[in-house]
């Protein structure tokens, strides 16, 4: 049986769920207790849970980030709540040379099981300091996995993965898709880690899309399957490790592929994706040259239509696809 | 530290720019309610004599850099109200030609460099305005505003320590309005006052009452005065309390409504005015002023509404010099 | 005229003619006076220009970068360094969300001419966190310019031109290459940002090398040639701004194309040319897969031998192009 | 702060233990400049009281996190010397497979939490295992050592105040020895003593003689016991002084012989056992333990050089739980 909830209503399900089970998971961040997150995701589990392990915690981003460190290699399962994704910013030092390289360096005497969720995007007039899409930066790192869910059934068993996972995991949520609903099994179902999802069949061409360009590039594959283009829509789901061969064996397939994503498009996810297309045996299947839609070059501007102008949108998807199509 | 007593001429401006602030937040508060602003905003009402107070303690060619609760700071260095509301409306006339927006207001030429997004994000950047400063030997000051939540972060002990031992031209005001977000001070340390923490910089500390907007200035002004010659920074903690919501999306279930009324019974702009009114120095209790306040505001929103958005195919201009 | 002298001894010629040329130049970084640097680069400094211009800072790397920014808009030109690039983590809030959107967000009404000197990459025995390759993060970043400079004659005129330059520029030293002595003309010569160079002309096969890797695809190539194998040498220079088109003109000359670099494979430089060779029309020339020789997919270890296994050495060059040749 | 002093027993174990400390690293340098090591290494030469009294106030499974300089604090803790030795030149048998090396050595097993490359890097870590053992409620304790110069990180400063907020079990030990590589620590602060930092976060901050191992035990005990009954953290700062250079790059232009042998009259290990010698305590002035010691160094540097190097095919181990 599933349900209609929201993707916030999912996470929190999952969050819920973990500390009902595994009294080690404990939540850190700002505001999470009284205000319930400044989106709204940890609502009500104080209430049940008690400030022991429901942390709000002082605007000290690095000192948390380490806090879920300490409390990862001595027992406890910690989940941190980075208000917004370029804070996360603040944090580089602890996730990338510690929570990162902890286990390496240590000879693999110790382990790191933390997650740190985190909203990122654009979309809500929230200007260049409150828009980043940094996902690439973790995705560039040993050590971390990084899960970019899309819908609210993807959010709920791919962070319970995260949760129940030994190593560090950044968890990218999306502003944009926080009240987006979709059907989520009642069960406690666990989504695995490293697995992309096929959102769309399809033979003519390959759409790889993560986030919030999931929903667009399927209202687009719509679009685009009235006019008899056939559009496969492929979801990574986790940039760390990245599915590979889920994607490789589509553009096989159908030898055309564009890949679309919010972030900058220089060195974003779909740099990487396309490499990996480039050097595996799909190479010699291709048709046309891989195209990527990716963010402007430039911060994510304040004003409605610039900060439209500045990432992706459904009409971008439709024009490359024709793009490849005619190619 | 020496303090002088403002002028009479000082006083009314003081009181005008508080007003002036207010107007253009209830105004701000006004359209975001109508949906006419897109993203978000915070508020500094009730916080209106620690800008005010601050700012009137310096030199036009002074710096100041603000934080993402801004519009007190702008207005009260001079700013002026239509770019500010064409910025705040995302408008290409504004002071960031609409891609900065509430939070990002800057006005350079004015000595506003800038609203920050991030806490405590400006108080590094103070430092290299006093390292300037003090390279380029030109006898300027520079404020750094920043909230009691941001008095938590690494960057503002790397920032104050530095500032300390190049005895920088920068003077730390700290506007602790009792809460970040939901945070109460009281709980995200364990000090009576935060200016507690400038011994630990080897620096002048000291907290003052931020709803006497007097208070504030005299305080700065000695501070200024330090910095100016060369004495370095101070650390300066103003207690006040901002009368809305953090942000919009605030349901404010961390305070009492009590508490609220509490601080709205010492409003900054209430005690200025009885203190005006009592030495006789206004007479109709500055219903004048408040009314020419309001329609400068009116007049800033009629520029900005009348003002063209951004192109798109402008985009890019500006990512580099 | 030219000289031979070291990559770090062209750097302090950079530092030292630039700060003479304009006092608006000022150094800051921890141990950069007395000490001369923790690699020497700055040896000798304090003494001619004084601890006015020449800053020891605290071990306080966000309050150094954040004081970078204001000193660059309110007139300086700061030059900071970096200890190890590892350090950088510690200023990415103030990097990415402050030096490299003022400008835009501020409607463009103020300017950062900053430049982060910092040494990166592995080959010294310092382990995990003193051997980070991160140039792909800033890399990603609009706002900011990325130098990797490979030689003393480019470390230097890549310099000066870095510091001239109004905005924050980022710019990559070599632990390794501090001491490799080059051909550097006395005259001051400025490089301009944003243009390959052609470090060997070849026909068969371009190698795009960044850093540390280019002598050692300079070394591949001279082997190469014996095997009648004409390797083409290119070296980027700025990733950002990136040169794309002599990269694509090149393997539309030779359609064979193998980039080396020292920084994790994934999200590594070496993706984005990947990408950026494969939606241009340099694509249809392509007669082999493109390949990338990027670093193990591990932080750096401390015992030599598995530290050298963790980054492309000469013969994994060699490998890769005979690899690409037989295809 | 209530303080117990030291039993015989635990007297003579600390001078064992710091007579270990300085064989090792005299070792250690030995194979330096014979060219055997691989990178650089970070001698505590001078500092061994301060890891010695520091780690005798602790129970077995109480949690320790070093720094770069941590030789000291992992063989005080209780590490085995060969295992350090093994990771010291890199080879499998060493406590992290030889991927870790001089600056990462970790005993997790035995509390030590590892060495860290990062400048109070290990300071927001420590937080965190002060949570687990708030949360776990095992009665342990943390100690979180750290440098004069990673005082002024920002991680210092959020680190300490959110243990002191949550009053986690962590004791903060400041060794002040004087530098900062190249730094003076008075040029980089503006205050005498860097336990007056304890103000700012509201926990108690004093300052004690780091030659003397008898005071940093008694100041540690104290510090401890204050913790693990729920009281908090405290900062400990030791004054203290490093023999060699920072590292093995370091001229030393920064300070003066004179003031190196200065401190050097002070020796740790010739107080302890000055003392000892008079109390009749020990009487071939510890001749025979420090043989001892010696030969203990040397049996771990032939477990060492025995020791296999770890296979390149094993490069990915680890990476991964
Ligand atoms: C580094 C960083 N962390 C968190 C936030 C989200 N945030 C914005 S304002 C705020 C509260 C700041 O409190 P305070 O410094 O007291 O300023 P106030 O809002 O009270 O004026 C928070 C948590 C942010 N913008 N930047
Ligand atoms: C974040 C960071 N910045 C700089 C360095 C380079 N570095 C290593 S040790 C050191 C000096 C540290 O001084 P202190 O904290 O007093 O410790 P000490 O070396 O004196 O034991 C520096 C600058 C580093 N490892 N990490
Ligand atoms: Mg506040
Ligand atoms: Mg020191």
């Given at each position: ?31 999470i207790g009284v205000y319930g997150g400044a989106f709204g995701v940890t609502d009500g589990l104080l209430d049940e849970f008690g400030d022991r392990r429901v942390r709000d915690t002082p605007i000290s981003e690095a000192a948390i980030t380490g806090c879920a460190i300490g409390g990862a290699i001595t027992g406890l399962r910690p989940v941190v709540e980075i208000q917004f994704m370029d804070f996360i910013t603040l944090c580089m030092e602890q996730l990338v040379l510690q929570a990162a390289k902890i286990r ?224 | ?321």
């Amino acid at each position: 049986m599933t349900r209609q909830i929201s993707y916030a209503e999912a996470i929190r399900e999952g969050l819920r769920e973990e500390m009902r089970a595994d009294d080690r998971v404990v939540l850190l961040g700002e505001d999470i207790g009284v205000y319930g997150g400044a989106f709204g995701v940890t609502d009500g589990l104080l209430d049940e849970f008690g400030d022991r392990r429901v942390r709000d915690t002082p605007i000290s981003e690095a000192a948390i980030t380490g806090c879920a460190i300490g409390g990862a290699i001595t027992g406890l399962r910690p989940v941190v709540e980075i208000q917004f994704m370029d804070f996360i910013t603040l944090c580089m030092e602890q996730l990338v040379l510690q929570a990162a390289k902890i286990r390496y360096m240590f000879g693999g005497t110790a382990a790191v099981p933390m997650v740190v969720r985190t909203p990122g995007g654009s979309g809500t007039g929230a200007a260049a300091q409150h828009s980043e899409s940094l996902e690439a930066w973790f995705a560039h790192v040993p050590g971390l996995k990084v899960v970019v869910p899309s819908t609210p059934a993807d959010a709920k068993g791919l962070l319970v993965s995260a949760i129940r996972d030994d190593n560090p995991v950044i968890f990218i949520e999306h502003k944009l898709l926080y009240r987006t609903k979709g059907p989520v099994p009642d069960a406690p179902t666990a989504i695995p880690l490293g697995v992309a999802d096929v959102k769309r069949e399809g033979a003519d061409v390959t759409v790889v899309a993560t986030g919030v360009m999931v929903p667009r590039a399927l209202a687009a594959a719509g679009t685009l399957a009235g006019e008899g283009i056939s559009a496969e829509v492929i979801d990574p789901r986790t940039l760390r490790p990245l599915d590979t061969e889920t994607l490789v064996a589509s553009v096989r397939k159908t030898g055309r592929v564009v890949i679309v994503y919010e972030a900058v498009k220089t060195l974003g996810i779909g740099a990487e994706i396309s490499a990996r297309v480039a050097e595996s045996d799909a190479f010699s299947h291709l048709t046309a040259p891989i195209i990527r839609l990716g963010g402007a070059e430039c911060p994510i501007p304040y004003n409605r239509a610039l900060e439209r102008a500045a990432v992706p949108q459904e009409e971008d998807i439709l024009a490359a696809v024709r793009r490849v199509m005619a190619a | 530290m020496k303090t002088v007593p403002p002028t009479t001429e000082r006083l009314i401006s003081m009181l005008h720019t508080m007003l002036l602030i207010r107007a253009f937040e209830e105004k701000a508060d006004e359209l975001f309610a109508l949906g006419r602003v897109h993203g978000t905003m915070h508020l500094s009402l009730g916080q209106e004599a620690v800008a005010t107070g601050v700012c009137a303690a310096l030199r036009p060619d002074d710096y100041i850099l603000s934080t993402h609760r801004g519009h007190g700071h702008c207005l009260a260095k001079g700013a002026d109200a239509g770019l500010m509301m064409a910025e705040f409306l995302g408008k290409e006339t504004g002071y960031c030609r609409g891609r900065g927006g509430s939070m990002h207001i800057a006005d350079v030429s004015g000595g506003n460099l800038g609203a920050n997004g991030i806490v405590a994000g400006g108080l590094p950047i103070a430092t290299g305005v006093g390292l300037s400063i003090q390279v380029r030997e030109t006898g300027q000051v520079c404020v750094a505003f920043f909230g009691d939540g941001a008095a938590n972060e690494g960057a503002f002990h790397e920032s104050v320590n530095l500032a300390s031992i190049w005895r920088l031209p920068v003077v730390f005001v700290c506007e602790n309005n009792q809460y970040a977000m939901s945070m109460p001070v009281r709980k995200s340390m364990r000090i009576e006052r935060i200016s507690e923490r400038a011994a630990a910089y080897g620096i002048p500390g000291l907290t003052v009452d931020g709803t006497d907007v007097l208070a504030v200035y005299e305080a700065t002004e000695a501070a200024v005065a330090l910095a100016r010659s060369g004495g370095g920074p101070t650390l300066l903690e103003c207690a006040t309390y901002r009368y809305k919501g953090h942000s919009k999306s605030d349901r404010q279930r961390y305070r009492t409504r009590d508490e609220v009324e509490a601080w709205r019974r010492r409003d900054p702009i209430a005690q200025l005015r009885a203190r005006l009114i009592a030495g006789g120095v206004v007479t109709d209790g500055a219903a004048a002023m408040e009314a020419e306040t309001r329609s400068a505001i009116d007049d800033a929103l009629r520029f900005a509404e009348e003002s063209p958005e951004p192109d798109p195919a402008s985009l890019l201009d500006g990512v580099y010099a």
